[in-house]
């Protein structure tokens, strides 16, 4: 039974590109969460997506942009890179019918901005 | 406004002692609490969780937790450390409701284990 699993592990972008992060849930989950966890911190909170659609969304800028596939895997965009956006990025599934379940975390993407 | 915090960002102890990382909480009721535990280079793995009932909890690799309502905490604790026990450690709350959304995490604690 595969866990959450992101690709790529390791990312090095210079400032004002763009970047495209992949996840895919945890088998049987449909609900997919997006972390910032920036060095030395706790993870924050991005957005999250069920049904293909983002259902919460964090205190973050319009340059992050998610997108949900029909197989409930997930991709975060981010525009205009900044120097600020370097961290690990992590992705958390769940199952919406099932509440009381905890989310399901991957090793996450390192995303080093220069 | 949630919000969580660990006043402890770096705890050394030696192996074979106990430990108690603390966690506090802001939450207009009660609320979902997690602690999850981060090894280098990984993600976060669930040692515990609280939703509702008895108000201490067990958790994987020997870990527990209590829930303390009337001090908004919700620390962890083992009564003896191993060396493997190494890692940060993060404490997080959710919201009640019929889906479970965003987390709010801690800054962390970093847990430094003496042979």
């Known amino acids: 039974d595969a866990g959450v699993t992101q690709s790529p592990t390791h990312l090095i972008k210079t400032r004002g590109q763009q970047v495209t992060l992949r996840c895919s849930p945890k088998?049987?989950?449909?609900?997919v969460s997006w972390y910032q966890q920036a060095l030395g911190q706790g993870p924050q909170f991005i957005f999250q997506y069920y049904e293909e659609e983002e259902r919460q969304r964090g205190n973050f800028p319009d340059r992050f942009s998610g997108h949900q596939f029909p197989n409930y895997s997930s991709e975060l965009n981010v525009n205009a890179l900044l120097l600020g956006d370097s961290a690990l990025y992590l992705c958390a599934s769940s199952l919406n019918r099932e509440p009381n379940q905890p989310q399901h975390f991957g090793d996450g993407t390192r995303l080093s901005i220069l | 406004a949630q919000s969580v915090t660990q006043p402890d960002i770096h705890i050394t102890v030696s192996e074979g002692a106990s430990l108690e990382l603390r966690c506090n909480y802001s939450?207009?009721?009660?609320?979902?609490l997690f602690w999850y535990v981060q090894s280098p280079g990984q993600g976060l793995q669930l040692l515990l969780k609280?939703?509702?009932?008895?108000?201490l909890v067990q958790g994987i690799k020997g870990f527990e937790a209590e829930f303390k309502r009337s001090q908004s905490s919700f620390n962890l604790r083992k009564p003896s450390v191993h060396w493997s026990d190494a890692a940060e450690y993060f404490c997080a709350v959710g919201a009640r409701g019929s889906t479970l959304g965003r987390l709010y995490f801690g800054r962390g604690t970093q847990l430094t284990v003496w042979p």
């Open positions: 609280y939703f509702s009932g008895d108000t």
């Open positions: 088998s049987g989950h449909d609900t």
């Open positions: 939450y207009g009721a009660t609320p979902y």
